[in-house]
Antibody
Framework: QLQLQESGPGLVKPSETLSLTCTVS??????????WGWIRQPPGKGLEWIGT???????YHNPSLKSRVTISVDTSKNQFSLKLSSVTATDTAVYYC??????????????WGQGTLVTVSS | QSALTQPASVSGSPGQSITISCTGI?????????VSWYQQHPGKVPKLMIY???NRPSGVSNRFSGSKSGSTASLTISGLQAEDEANYFC???????????FGGGTKLTVL
């Protein structure tokens, strides 16, 4: 059974960089059949797509976040990562990593991590 | 940026059917088969319920169905059960900017 697990600091100071890693188990991130993505959800609010990556390193980002977002992949560790720079309180959210069900950015997110709450506060 | 609009809330009694709409500005939803729906219970992880407008993943009840007409996609839940009470989010794709967008979410209350 495929499992995804987010990890990283739960508290980040304003203006600093948020860094999260998603570890994939039960399957290979290098599989040619899937994209991998990050989604976030501010407390009490809706879902927001952050970006998507393929094992080759090709990435797609939310235009509203693009200049602050870096998504990378480490196939040797079966992980992909998110960095979000210059964070503010509005970046406080539960961050999810997820698998897309095909090699299409428009694919559906069929497996999700449990999510990790990141709070931006001094 | 474009937006997908959902009603903030819908409600229904056990056994009834409800429909949640997802309306897209321009042709976000209208041009594509790439519409998906997610169910999220409070404090839980979103769960894929419908993909490609009307397909159900394995294990999802056939009480859940999806459709699309023009620029509006819909999720219908028939035979409402108490366990269906949750938030539901639609999701689609803007081809021009390769941008994935979620609707604002609809809270379903089972009376």
């Amino acid at each position: 059974q495929l499992q995804l697990q987010e990890s990283g600091p739960g508290l980040v100071k304003p203006s600093e960089t948020l860094s999260l890693t998603c570890t994939v188990s039960g399957g290979s991130i290098s599989s040619s059949g899937y994209y991998w993505g990050w989604i976030r959800q501010p407390p009490g609010k809706g879902l927001e797509w952050i970006g998507t990556i393929y094992y080759s390193g090709s990435t797609y980002h939310n235009p509203s976040l693009k200049s602050r977002v870096t998504i990378s992949v480490d196939t040797s560790k079966n992980q992909f990562s998110l960095k979000l720079s210059s964070v503010t309180a509005t970046d406080t959210a539960v961050y999810y990593c997820a698998r897309l069900d095909r090699v299409v950015v428009a694919g559906s997110f069929d497996y999700w991590g449990q999510g990790t709450l990141v709070t931006v506060s001094s | 940026q474009s937006a997908l609009t959902q009603p903030a809330s819908v409600s229904g009694s056990p056994g009834q059917s409800i429909t949640i709409s997802c309306t897209g500005i321009s042709s976000d939803v209208g041009d594509y088969k790439y519409v998906s729906w997610y169910q999220q219970h409070p404090g839980k992880v979103p769960k894929l319920m419908i993909y490609d407008v009307s397909n159900r993943p394995s294990g999802v009840s056939n009480r859940f169905s999806g459709s699309k007409s023009g620029s509006t996609a819909s999720l219908t839940i028939s035979g409402l059960q108490a366990e269906d009470e949750a938030n539901y989010f639609c999701c689609s794709y803007i081809r021009s900017s390769r941008y994935v967008i979620f609707g604002g979410g609809t809270k379903l209350t089972v009376l």
